[in-house]
């Protein structure tokens, strides 16, 4: 039974991975942000957006959860049977921000999206130095807290090997 929690800094490649996880219909897939967040800029508190986790969870034999929080991340590890941490670095995942296709689920054009590329490219710069849910320090954390199946993939060429 895959239950597969893909974490990482923006842009590292986690809705990649986890939509060709997703491919195969018996797996179902969970982007963190759609829990996350009521409207644009406002965040839902946490306890709903825990149940509205736990609900997926409950909801499915089979899935695939992405994401950069660390706080729902804990939650969707705890069922988890494989953890897989994405550490490209800063540059690389840069790099894969400037080429990520339009996400119609988080803006209404690819224009849109595009306006916010500066903001996302110093979001993903400050991962080695915040200190926040969001931090590489923060996904360190729970990476060496996870007992079972787990693996740090740390390039972009290691990510591509994963999809062949």
């Known amino acids: 039974m895959k239950r597969i929690v893909i974490f990482g800094n923006s ?21 963190l942000d759609t829990l996350a967040w009521g409207s644009p800029g406002i965040r839902k ?42 550490n490209p670095g800063v540059d690389a995942c840069q790099e894969n921000c400037r080429s990520r296709p339009w996400e119609p689920h988080k803006y209404p ?3 849109a999206q595009d306006a916010n590329l500066e903001m996302l ?3 993903v710069a400050d991962y080695e130095t915040r200190t926040d849910e969001f931090s590489l320090s923060a996904h360190q954390e729970l990476f060496a807290s996870v007992e079972g199946n787990k693996r740090m993939v740390a390039s972009n060429q290691e990510a591509r090997e994963l999809l062949a």
């Open 45 to 86: 508190e946490l306890a709903e957006s825990v149940a509205e986790l736990r609900e997926f969870i409950s909801g499915h034999d089979q899935w695939v959860i992405e994401g950069c929080y660390g706080s729902l991340l804990e939650e969707a590890m705890k069922t988890a049977s494989e953890v897989l941490f994405l």
């Open 109 to 111: 054009s690819k224009q």
């Open 121 to 123: 490219l110093n979001w």
């Open 11 to 31: 842009g590292s490649g986690k809705s990649t991975l986890a939509k060709w996880i997703a491919q195969n219909p018996a797996v179902h897939h969970l982007d």
